[in-house]
């Protein structure tokens, strides 16, 4: 599987970022692709999960309300609206696939993209 994400960039605190991240390779009936940032000198943490076979999400308390993680099937892409952005929101962020029901745990996502810097500026 081949991820590829896209739409990062510069942005002033209060703004608004559409991140995009299309797989193509291996098809699986049920999987899950997800949402993780990494900021300098910090672990990779979870952002938000989506299920393409069942249609649920699950998004971390720290996006929860401000971040939206949504999917377009026949496009095996996910997409991730982030509004009200934060400067603490700086990092790089990538994309991941996983067989099977969603998940937060980055090692549970085998297959992960390219990273694409957000950079919010106070």
């Known amino acids: 599987v081949q991820l590829q994400a896209f739409g990062g960039g510069l942005v002033q605190a209060g703004g608004c970022l559409r991140l995009?991240?299309?797989?193509?390779?291996?098809?699986?009936?049920?999987?899950?692709m997800g949402w993780f940032r990494q900021a300098r000198g910090k672990e990779r943490e979870f952002v938000a999960s989506?299920?393409?076979?069942?249609?649920?999400?699950f998004h971390a308390d720290s996006v929860k309300g401000r971040f939206t993680i949504s999917s377009d099937n026949a496009k095996n892409t996910i997409y991730l609206q982030m509004n009200s952005l934060r400067p603490e929101d700086t990092a790089a962020y990538y994309c991941?696939?996983?067989?099977?029901?969603?998940?937060?745990?980055?090692?549970?996502?085998?297959?992960w993209g390219q990273g694409t810097l957000v950079t919010v500026s106070s």
């Open positions: 991941a696939w996983k067989r099977g029901p969603l998940r937060s745990a980055p090692s549970d996502y085998e297959y």
């Open positions: 995009s991240c299309a797989a193509s390779g291996r098809t699986f009936s049920v999987y899950a």
């Open positions: 989506i299920s393409f076979s069942a249609g649920n999400t």
